[in-house]
């Protein structure tokens, strides 16, 4: 809608200078002086209102395709019109037909039809122009010949353009769609549909200023996994991890922190709310199954709750959630702990665990 504005505005005005010429400075004793003025008002006005609708557009106050295009087709036929009638009183008075060579380059160089509607658009108006001037004077001073190749010239322009802008424009779509996959490979994991570190860190800058709950999570013997029942059996049980934690918390607070570790980032929230959740996803860990087989797996967890005021914050959170969850495989795996940002005189103020943290963990056929 650019191009129509642009040529609409250009057009309106041209039309005003026009009526100032022949409306003020005119020959009002001419026979056409009223014709001229009343066909520059209704074009003058026609462009101004092709402004307006294509403002309209541009700014998405006008949003259905079919009414915009109905538009772009109503304001094309006034300006065919137009130019057809006032090239026809300046040929019956001797004068050149550029008004309506004009507005048909005009209409080649900015409009993007499909040669299809083109093609009849360009023969409706070449015909009924030339039919016009064929009954003022046989059309005896028209070349047909040139205005034959005039015509074709101009169809085969505009139908240029359009495959070309079609080609440009599918070539664009492509680029933008690659562009969207190769962001969403930089940003998720490809095995389980969970945002990646990298993604963890870009959610470290929503969250400064705020408090956040950070959990790292390992599965526990997940190598013994692997080893007995084979890599693409490990690699269900991580996608159907990832699908546990994404029924608790939301799509954006669960990462894929590399292997078989997991984090879980929230700003705010009820700690024990959270907590609860991570109880209940522990629980349904268990119930992960391979090919009609309960792996019997469990997972560790270390948690920090800080305010983050800066990116060394995170970094340290990490850190703390790190060691926490050493702190839990160190008890015995299957269990959660708590840990506090480290200080400069100890790593960790408390250490607590969930629930459950010291029952045995549910062992796996050949695991250590």
């Known amino acids: 809608m650019r191009f129509g504005l642009l040529v609409a505005a250009i057009s309106a005005l041209l039309e005003f200078f026009m009526l100032i010429r022949y409306g003020v400075f005119g020959n009002r004793a001419s026979d056409w002086y009223w014709y001229r003025v009343w066909s520059y008002t209704v074009f003058f006005t026609a462009s101004v209102c092709m402004s307006l609708f294509s403002m309209l557009a541009l700014d998405h106050k006008i949003k259905k395709h079919w009414v915009i295009m109905c538009g772009g087709v109503a304001y094309c036929v006034v300006a065919l019109g137009w130019s057809i009638f006032i090239s026809a009183v300046d040929y019956s008075n001797d004068g050149q037909i550029l008004v309506f060579c004009t507005i048909v380059l005009g209409f080649t160089g900015f409009s993007f039809w499909h040669p299809s509607h083109s093609i009849f658009l360009y023969l409706a108006s070449f015909g009924a122009f030339y039919a016009i001037l064929y009954r003022i004077d046989r059309a005896d001073r028209l070349n047909i010949y040139n205005y034959v190749i005039f015509l074709l010239i101009c169809f085969l322009v505009s139908a240029s353009r359009y495959h070309m802008k079609v080609n440009s424009t599918t070539a664009q779509l492509k680029l933008e769609k690659m562009g969207l996959r190769f962001r969403r490979l930089s940003l998720y994991d490809e095995l389980t549909g969970l945002m990646n570190r ?85 629980s349904d860990v268990g119930q992960i199954c391979v090919e009609g087989r309960f792996l019997g797996m469990t997972f560790s967890g270390g948690y920090v709750t800080a305010l983050l005021k800066n990116r060394e914050d995170f970094e340290q959170l990490l850190r703390a959630a790190d060691m926490a969850l050493y702190e839990a495989k160190r008890r015995g795996k299957n269990c959660v702990a708590a840990g506090e940002m480290p200080d400069d005189e100890t790593d960790f103020a408390e250490q607590t665990t969930l629930p459950g943290c010291f029952e045995e963990p549910a062992s796996v056929p050949g695991s250590k």
Do not use: W
């Open 198 to 282: 990298r993604s963890l860190f870009l959610r470290q800058e929503e969250c400064t200023g705020q408090t956040m709950f950070l959990m790292m999570m390992d599965l526990d013997n997940f190598k013994a996994v692997n080893d007995l029942y084979g890599h693409s059996a490990g690699d269900e049980a991580l996608r159907q991890f990832a699908a546990i934690l994404r029924r608790y918390f939301p799509p954006e607070c669960v990462y894929r922190y590399g292997g078989e570790e997991f984090v879980v980032a929230l700003c705010g929230g009820c700690e024990a709310d959270i907590l609860e959740k991570i109880e209940k996803s522990r």
